[in-house]
């Protein structure tokens, strides 16, 4: 089992920034993709960004590109997402996800494909 803990949330002025952090514990011994999923009240979960366990590929939705950046630090067991240019549209409960194997260079955008899910942080953005 591996337990996933969100952190780095809050409220933020249209235009900022913030690190969300995921801090993955337990049987971290494996390789782990790692993806960001957010969900906005009365909307579907959808896909932000991912990254391989061997931080090679990495991919971020369109909807995010040239503003949002994954990565992470296997010797810290973490995973970032960096959001910068934030906008209200941004506003949702930010989730990340862990998907035991695969390559070094697998990296999925499928919700259903991860095997672990943390309890999310809020991110509020205001216009």
């Known amino acids: 089992q591996v337990q996933l803990v969100e952190s780095g949330g809050g409220l933020v002025q249209a235009g900022g920034s913030l690190r969300l952090s995921c801090a993955a514990s337990?049987?971290?011994?494996?390789?782990?993709?790692m993806g960001w999923f957010r969900q906005a009240p009365g909307k579907e979960r959808e896909f932000v960004a991912a990254?391989?366990?061997?931080?090679?590929?990495?991919y971020v939705a369109d909807s995010v590109k040239n503003r949002f950046t994954i990565s992470r630090d296997n010797a810290k067991n973490t995973v970032y997402l960096q959001m910068d240019s934030l906008k209200p549209e941004d506003t949702a409960a930010y989730y990340c996800?862990?998907?035991?194997?695969?390559?070094?260079?697998?990296?999925?955008?499928?919700?259903?494909?991860?095997?672990?899910w943390g309890q999310g942080t809020q991110v509020t953005v205001s216009s």
């Open positions: 996800a862990a998907l035991k194997g695969g390559s070094a260079y697998y990296y999925t955008p499928f919700s259903y494909e991860y095997d672990y």
């Open positions: 337990g049987r971290t011994n494996s390789s782990y993709a």
């Open positions: 990254i391989s366990w061997s931080g090679a590929r990495a």
